[in-house]
C-alpha cells in the first residue's frame, strides 16, 4: 500500500496542513469537528503539534550562498549523469571489471584451500609409529590375536624394541 492511500497518512497530511495554515477553510472547519468529537485525533494533531514546536527550539544552521550554489550545481550534475545511457566503453569497463573481481576471488579461494589442506608428511608423521612396525604388524594376522595379548597383559601399548 502506497503512502497516498493509507488513511493513517492522509490523516496526517491533513493535520499537517491545518497546523501549516494551509487547509482550504471548508476542510478547517470539518477537521475541527472532527477534532472536537474524537479524542485520537485530538491526541495525534496535538503529538505533532508538539514536535513542531520542538523543532522551533532547534538552532538554524546558516549556509552561505555559496553552499547553494554548490547543491544546485550537484544536483544538475547528477540528474544529467543519471539521464545519460552507458555507453558501451563504460559497459564494457564494468564488465571488465566485474570479471577481475572474480578471477581475484577465484584466486583468493583457491591459496586459501592450498594453505589450508594437510601436507602428506603430516599423515606420514602421524602414522609413523605404524610404518616403523610395518613388517610385525604384518605378521600378527588379526585383531583377535591382539585382544588376546592385551586380556593377557602383554600388550602395553609400546613397540617391541622399546624397553620397559
Known sequence: M?????????????FVAYLD????????RELEQTLNSDPAARIEI????????????????????????RTVTALRTGIQA?????????WIGRKTALVAGLLLIA???FEIGRRSARPAA??????????????????????????????KGGFDGRPPHEPR
Open 46 to 69: 496535538e503529538k505533532l503539534n508538539r514536535a513542531w514546536e520542538l523543532l522551533d527550539l532547534l538552532p538554524r544552521p546558516n549556509l552561505s550562498e555559496e553552499f547553494t550554489s
Open 107 to 109: 584466486a583468493m579461494g
Open 82 to 90: 543519471s539521464d545519460e545511457v552507458a555507453t558501451p566503453r563504460k
Open 2 to 14: 502506497s503512502d497516498e492511500n493509507n488513511p493513517l497518512f492522509a490523516s496526517t497530511e491533513r
Open 21 to 28: 495554515g494551509e487547509l482550504p477553510e471548508a476542510a478547517t
Open 122 to 151: 603430516d599423515t606420514l608423521l602421524e602414522d609413523l609409529l605404524v610404518i616403523e612396525n610395518l613388517d610385525l604388524l604384518t605378521e600378527i594376522g588379526d585383531v583377535q590375536f591382539l585382544r588376546e595379548l592385551q586380556t
